[in-house]
């Protein structure tokens, strides 16, 4: 990955961090999930995000985030 790929990554993620804390909340990340143009339904949206949260502190990090996009490429 470049370093003008990453930062592109980085600040798709800053825009849906909308508490500017450097995590992504469920709902943050469920706004993310349909800009992407993913339609699933809200058990499928649950299932995902707690599959990329795998330190399970109910939120998404930036490391998870790009863990996640890494599978999607």
Do not use: C, P
């Not at 800053?14 to 469920?30: C, P």
């Not at 649950?46 to 502190?57: A, L, Q, R, S, V």
Request: hydrophobic residues 35%; charged residues 35%; aromatic residues 16%.
């Amino acid at each position: 990955m470049s370093d003008r790929d990453f930062e592109d990554i980085l600040t798709y993620f800053n825009n849906f961090d909308s508490k500017k804390n450097g995590v992504l909340d469920y709902s943050e990340f469920a706004r993310l999930i349909s800009d992407i143009g993913f339609q699933i339904d809200e058990k499928e949206l649950k299932k995902g995000f707690d599959k990329i949260d795998t330190d399970h502190n109910n939120e998404i990090d930036f490391e998870e985030f790009m863990a996640w996009w890494g599978e999607q490429q």
